[in-house]
């Protein structure tokens, strides 16, 4: 697999930055960011989804197993 490099210094290596003064945003980014000059290679949600997902779900099974011991009692 090809080693990712930066577009503007050639750097291999990269760091996540907390991006929270974007200009007309009303939420928070998470910038992929060359660790040598800071050129910007990506953006991310600030919120991880896939986390928020995970958590929704434990809730809703709770929620569930407590309606079916009442449905049951
Ligand atoms: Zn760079």
């Given amino acids: ?5 930066c577009a ?5 290596k990269f760091e996540m930055m907390h ?3 974007v200009e007309g945003a009303t939420r ?3 910038f992929v960011q060359c660790a040598e ?4 290679a990506g953006v ?6 896939g986390v928020q997902m ?3 779900k434990e809730e809703w099974q709770r929620a569930f197993e407590r309606l079916r011991r009442n449905f049951d009692s």
């Avoid at 697999?1 to 490099?5: N, P």
């Avoid at 503007?8 to 291999?12: D, I, P």
């Avoid at 000059?37 to 910007?40: L, P, Q, S």
């Fill in 19 to 21: 991006a929270d003064k």
């Fill in 44 to 49: 991310l949600d600030f919120i991880n989804l």
């Fill in 8 to 12: 503007r210094c050639g750097s291999t």
């Fill in 37 to 40: 000059c800071g050129a910007v």
């Fill in 1 to 5: 697999m090809a080693e990712s490099t």
């Fill in 28 to 30: 928070s980014f998470l």
């Fill in 54 to 56: 995970a958590r929704m």
